[in-house]
């Protein structure tokens, strides 16, 4: 004959399972705000969590007690002990978090037994003017349109400066063969030899001249070192005449 489990231990392990769900969804959540739920029905709970749906966000109700444990457990204790006063409820919020608040300060308007009582941002602790100026946000999407149009902006202008300098190079480059057609073709030719530069010597047989490396000797730098009586060359003064 099986035995009966204890009413006792399995009523401990149900709320202990509770409140391991809460303190996880606490945790996990972008943001978590209590309402007190008092005169609504069954039908505008329903309501409710059909308009938070697309907010990424979920509507539980769970008793205080548990709630106070969990929020403890996860960290959040000091900010949603005071709020757990009369029936709440949890709207836990797991992405737009200003379209959740907006959801939630639209209904409480219409159903006046909704009332917001406050909840967390990520680790900041959120009143219900918190709420109501969260819901002031636009929401998620239209922000991350407005971000993106603030980094394409310089991008754009960026592009349209760099295209103004390739054209304005590419029209200096232009003027200057129009101008010096003769120099440019011979740079165009002494560029086409490689291993030559303009202006070299050639040997008669085409290869490049090259001379043997001389190593300095002792006496050759005293034979070249210039005597005291030497007189010494005047400067030469630089040209004034630009090359052409």
């Given amino acids: 004959m099986a035995l009966k489990a204890d009413p006792t231990t399995e009523q401990v392990a149900k709320k202990a399972a509770v409140i391991d769900e809460i303190s996880a969804k606490l945790r996990e959540a972008d943001a978590a705000v209590l309402t007190e739920y008092r005169g609504l029905t069954v039908t505008q709970i329903a309501e409710l969590r059909a308009a938070l749906r697309p907010t990424g966000t ?3 109700i769970y008793k205080n007690t548990l709630v106070r444990r969990a929020a403890t457990d996860a960290g959040f204790g000091d900010q949603l002990d005071t709020l757990l006063v009369g029936p709440v409820a949890v709207a836990f919020v797991k992405g737009d978090a200003a379209g959740a608040a907006k959801a939630l ?14 909840g967390v941002l990520g680790e900041r602790s959120l009143s219900t003017g ?12 239209q922000l991350l349109s ?5 980094f394409q902006a310089p991008l754009a202008q960026t592009a349209s400066v760099l295209e103004a300098l390739l054209r304005d190079t590419v029209g200096l480059v232009s003027a200057l ?27 008669e047989g085409g290869a490049p001249e090259t001379a043997e490396p001389e190593t300095a000797t002792p ?5 070249a070192a210039p005597s005291a009586d030497t007189p010494k ?7 004034t005449e630009e090359e052409g």
């Fill in 58 to 60: 979920e509507y539980k």
């Fill in 177 to 203: 063969i129009d101008k010096h057609p003769e120099e440019a073709a011979a740079s165009s030719a002494d560029a086409a030899v490689p291993g030559t530069a303009a202006g070299s010597d050639r040997s």
């Fill in 105 to 118: 300060r639209d209904f409480a308007r219409a159903t006046p037994a909704l009332v917001l009582k406050g």
């Fill in 130 to 141: 918190d709420v109501d100026a969260l819901a002031e946000l636009p929401p998620r999407d």
């Fill in 219 to 223: 006496e050759a730098e005293e034979s």
């Fill in 233 to 239: 060359a005047a400067p030469e003064t630089a040209s």
């Fill in 146 to 150: 407005q971000i993106a149009g603030l």
